[in-house]
């Protein structure tokens, strides 16, 4: 096993290396999958521990461990396949791209990673892990490194989730100042221990993390131009694995935010930031896709909103299961957990299916400008096709994946909103997200797939190796919703990590009747205005901007809130500001010193120098004369006369052999006296 | 069985020949032959003590040696070939051009 998970590590070479490593390491996490499903069905849990070498010795060592239960043998499989997929892909979307060694190299190590990720058994291998797949996004992102947008992309995404890093290694040192063990099923029976302030900050500095590496709000200005990269790259890293991370993390973090311990009071602050973050990123994101034009933006931006549903989902799943665990309630319900994790799963699918069906849009007529698409449904029947499932998933139309899970993450935040009605207001929220993610979606289906042709280059379907990635994706994004619900509700597959597994938990998905078709006649609406507005033109789009305030909040969108113009004005003016008191700093302290040592200097210097010329330069000359006298004297025996160098061997050997039998004979005289 | 002393001794006798061809003739052509004739001596030596000590491993440095001695007489004539070529001459007192 520990050979399968190292396997794809092995990164020389064309990407045939890398998709049968990543083959084998899908076969090697289907069966852990299997394994697991096998005995973990309906209520029963499993853990794995597959024990590494200790890494750092020391009173408390820390140990890199392979840690295999639930949710991580989910995140595996999940994780490999659509790797497997999107490197099948980039077989033919990087055919005729330079440096293919380096990009298979560099996703190889990310896959890695991500693997690695998910399946640490303590926060600091997390850590690491999470910090290659952070590295790795930043070389991929700047990979046409010539383009200078593409390397302030990477550099802008690795310093903003930076921040996000830092917050997350305070919460590690602090975890680990407080327990001095890191791994998750030694922390949750202690979490008792904590003061309730420090059990409220732990959370929220690993949320930190999560909400740099999932690009919520505020952290969310990296990802949309992380689409510099090449769209293989988009799909893998800032669609379906990488920007997951955030939500394992919280996922984990389940051990502080729903204590396991009785008696210990739940964090509900930590669970309400995060719920709302999740319920106002899910808005905030969804209006700024709903006016870009580059098609990997807006799925960019609807990334970020889909992985705040989850964090929606999660802190909804959280303030349920912490109330009924502190009113010593007999059933604990799992929903909002598992439904966030549904939707991980479903949206997996979906978005890498829209972000390869972008991809091959792209492939086709080189640019990423939807204006400067339009009616390529006829020349691209495969990929449209498939576009047109990702978008149905994504807006959640019945029967495709993104319906079940976000209906459920929908319903579970009305019940949670029975205990505290903040959740009320974050239902409104996820509603109208749900409206508008209905409207960009087929906003860009429509711009890209219908009306007329409004480009120049003369587009043509892709290859037989990057169309099947998407055929099966598109089948996942059906699929995947109805699998999982035939199985009696993904809540009873059981993805919640094993401390909690002791608790006498329910995983009934939440399904009520009302709830789902409000979620579904607001998706239909998005659509059907989608559908007047792009497709029939019945609705002209020009009245969106039609009036001052329409147009000043058209340009505050597409401005993404001047969230990203304040960033760098701030950012600016720091950084301007400590660069000036540097520089005053230099020239009066740091120079002062610099000259008068520089003084000094100088009269030492002409000392040094006389001394030099006379006395050093005498010997070195006087050596080098030598030196040429006696070669020129030495070389007159150099006659060039082979045969008298003959002569000097001969000789010379028979004076060695003259002398070595005198001294024997010298010693023999000696010794026999 | 021939004794040692009359193998070494025809050994020696070689060896010197081969050393006053060496030091002695002019000719490239020669010396190089008189240079054979010592390597063979000391092969003649190789040989002497094998049987003389029914030791097999002498026998097969001999074969060795001799492999050695034609490729060095090849390279050797393929020097003297070019050298006459390019200055028609092998006598070795007058081949000093290489002399600084």
Same mark, same amino acid.
């Given at each position: ?148 947008? @593409?390397?302030? +992309? *990477?550099?802008? #995404? ?7 890093? &830092? /917050?997350?290694?305070?919460? $590690? ?108 990123? @899910?808005?905030? +994101? *969804?209006?700024? #896709? ?7 933006? &807006? /799925?960019?931006?609807?990334? $970020? ?111 949670? +909103? *029975? ?11 996820? /509603? ?177 120098d006389v001394f030099d010329r006379q006395i050093v330069d005498g010997a070195v000359n006087a050596l080098s004369l030598e030196t040429v006298r006696t070669s020129w004297r030495l070389r007159q025996s150099q006659t060039g006369q082979v045969q008298s160098y003959a002569w000097v061997i001969?000789v010379g050997?028979?004076v ?18 | ?92 007192d007058?081949?000093r051009f290489l002399r600084w």
């Amino acid at each position: 096993m520990i050979i399968g998970l190292v396997g794809r590590r092995t990164p020389e070479g064309g990407g045939y290396i890398a998709v049968g490593a990543i083959a084998a390491s899908v076969a090697v996490s289907a069966y852990l999958f299997y394994e697991v499903l096998g005995m973990g069905m309906l209520g029963g849990q499993v853990v794995e521990e597959v024990a590494g070498f200790e890494w750092l010795p020391g009173l408390a060592p820390i140990e890199m461990n392979l840690l295999i239960d639930n949710l991580s043998a989910l995140m595996l499989l999940l994780v490999s396949f659509l790797c497997l997929l999107i490197f099948v892909y980039s077989l033919g979307y990087m055919h005729l791209e330079e440096g293919k060694p380096r990009y298979y190299a560099e996703v190889s190590l990310f896959s890695a990673g991500m693997l690695g990720t998910v399946s640490a058994d303590n926060f600091l291998q997390l850590m690491i892990f999470w910090e290659i797949m952070g590295l790795c996004s930043y070389l991929l992102i700047g990979y046409w490194y010539h383009k200078p947008e @593409a390397a302030k +992309a *990477a550099k802008k #995404a690795f310093l903003v989730t930076r921040v996000g890093d &830092v /917050l997350f290694l305070i919460g $590690i040192l602090v975890i680990w100042n407080e327990f001095g063990t890191l791994r998750f099923e030694e922390i949750a029976p202690q979490v008792g221990v904590l003061s309730p302030q420090l059990l409220t900050l732990i959370p929220l500095l690993l949320f930190g993390g999560a909400v740099g590496k999932s690009a919520q709000f505020p952290l969310h200005a990296w990802l949309p131009d992380a689409m510099e990269g090449p769209t293989t790259v988009s799909a893998l890293i800032h669609a379906a694995t990488m920007v997951k991370a955030g939500v394992y993390l919280t996922a984990r973090s389940f051990i502080f935010l729903v204590p396991v311990v009785p008696g210990v009071e739940p964090p509900w602050i930590a669970i309400l930031v995060i719920a709302v973050i999740g319920g106002f990123t @899910a808005l905030f +994101a *969804a209006t700024m #896709a709903v006016v870009n034009y580059d098609i990997k933006r &807006v /799925l960019a931006f609807s990334t $970020i909103s889909q992985l705040a549903y989850m964090f929606l989902g999660l802190g909804a799943g959280a303030y349920i299961m912490a109330t009924q665990v502190s009113e010593g309630s007999a059933q604990v319900s799992t929903a909002g957990y598992s439904a966030a994790l549904y939707h991980l799963f479903n949206h997996a699918f979906f978005k890498a299916l829209m972000f390869l069906s972008a991809g091959s849009v792209i492939h086709a007529v080189h640019t990423n400008d939807m204006r400067e698409m339009g009616g390529l449904g006829r020349h691209l029947p495969v990929t449209s096709k498939a576009m047109l499932f990702g978008a149905l998933a994504l807006a959640g139309i019945f029967p495709f994946s993104g319906f079940f899970s976000k209906g459920e993450i929908l319903s579970v935040t009305v019940e949670a +909103a *029975a205990d505290h009605p903040v959740f009320y207001a974050l239902y409104a929220l996820g /509603l109208a997200t749900a409206f508008l993610t209905a409207f960009y979606a087929f906003r860009m289906w429509y711009m890209t797939f219908r009306g007329d042709y409004r480009g120049h280059e003369h587009p043509h379907e892709s290859p037989a190796v990057m169309t099947a990635p998407l055929v099966i994706l598109a089948g996942f994004a059906i699929a995947s919703g109805l699998l999982a619900y035939g199985m009696n509700g993904f809540g009873n597959l059981i993805f919640y990590e094993e401390p909690h597994a002791q608790m006498p938990l329910v995983g009934v998905p939440v399904l009520e009747l009302g709830l789902e078709a409000a979620s579904l006649g607001v998706s239909v609406l998005g659509i059907l205005l989608a559908w007047s507005v792009y497709a029939t033109k019945r609705i002209p789009a020009e009245r969106f901007t039609a009036t001052p305030g329409r147009a000043f909040v058209h340009k505050m969108l597409s401005h993404r809130y001047w969230i990203d113009d304040t960033y760098d004005a701030l950012g600016a003016k720091v950084v301007y500001a400590f660069a000036r008191a540097s520089d005053w700093f230099d020239r009066n302290v740091i120079d002062g010193i610099v000259n008068a040592v520089g003084r000094g200097g100088m009269v030492s210097a002409t000392a040094t120098d006389v001394f030099d010329r006379q006395i050093v330069d005498g010997a070195v000359n006087a050596l080098s004369l030598e030196t040429v006298r006696t070669s020129w004297r030495l070389r007159q025996s150099q006659t060039g006369q082979v045969q008298s160098y003959a002569w000097v061997i001969v000789v010379g050997m028979a004076v060695i052999i003259a002398l070595v039998f005198g001294i024997s004979w010298f010693l023999r005289l000696q010794g026999g006296r | 069985m021939i004794p040692l002393e009359y193998e070494l001794a025809l050994s020696a006798l070689l060896f010197c020949i081969g050393l006053y061809g060496v030091l002695a003739r002019k000719n490239g052509i020669i010396v190089l032959m008189s240079i054979e004739i010592m390597l063979n001596a000391s092969v003649l030596n190789f040989i002497a003590f094998s049987s003389y000590t029914n030791d097999a491993s002498g026998q097969v440095f001999a074969l060795l040696a001799i492999a050695v001695a034609a490729a060095e007489a090849a390279v050797g004539l393929a020097v003297f070939l070019t050298i006459y070529q390019t200055h028609g001459t092998i006598e070795l007192d007058k081949v000093r051009f290489l002399r600084w």
